[in-house]
């Protein structure tokens, strides 16, 4: 990561406190599989609230279906695991430095309703756990404060 944390926390629009910018130093995915836009809460060492403007131009929506699309379930859980690795990342810097995060697990994922082109994802994480760079956080995804997608992340630093 390089920065700290609290010099990422600048943002030129006002309703991010982190913007693409300090997501770019804090992860290692690029496009089109950077799938948070920006972060509109942190607290440290509990919780994080990102989120994602779904557009028509994702290229998934090529083939996820046409005339129907959708959002992919799996992206929507790599979405809230990216937020995830922000939050730990951010949480215990001198632990995530030099590392990268990597999956160790999705658990209780559930789906509730599409999520379509125009929909701006509200992506919310609660720390549960955490330990020696292995982190649960409990996730939930949001369109205007309705319920769409929610999983217990299980992350670790590598």
């Known amino acids: 990561m390089g920065d700290s944390p609290e010099s990422l926390f600048k943002s030129e629009n006002p309703k991010f406190i982190m913007d693409f910018a300090g997501i770019l130093k804090v992860l290692p995915h690029r496009y089109p599989f950077l799938l948070v836009d920006g972060i509109i809460a942190f607290e440290k060492e509990?919780?994080?609230?990102?989120?994602?403007?779904?557009?028509f131009n994702e290229p998934f929506f090529a083939g996820h279906f046409p005339g129907?699309?959708?959002m992919p379930g799996v992206l929507q859980i790599e979405a809230l695991a990216q937020i995830s690795c922000i939050l730990v990342a951010l949480s215990y810097p001198e632990e995530s430095a030099g590392k990268r995060p990597a999956f160790a697990g999705i658990e209780e994922a559930r789906f509730r309703?599409?999520?379509?082109?125009?929909h701006v994802l509200?992506?919310?994480?609660?720390?549960e756990k955490y330990r020696?760079?292995?982190a649960v956080v409990k996730t939930r995804a949001e369109i205007d404060g309705d319920l769409?997608?929610?999983a217990i992340i299980k992350a670790?630093?590598?």
């Open 156 to 158: 670790s630093m590598i």
């Open 68 to 70: 129907e699309p959708v």
């Open 132 to 134: 020696r760079g292995y």
């Open 148 to 150: 769409v997608a929610e």
């Open 122 to 127: 509200t992506l919310k994480g609660e720390l």
């Open 46 to 55: 509990k919780s994080i609230v990102g989120q994602k403007n779904v557009s």
């Open 113 to 118: 309703k599409p999520v379509r082109p125009g």
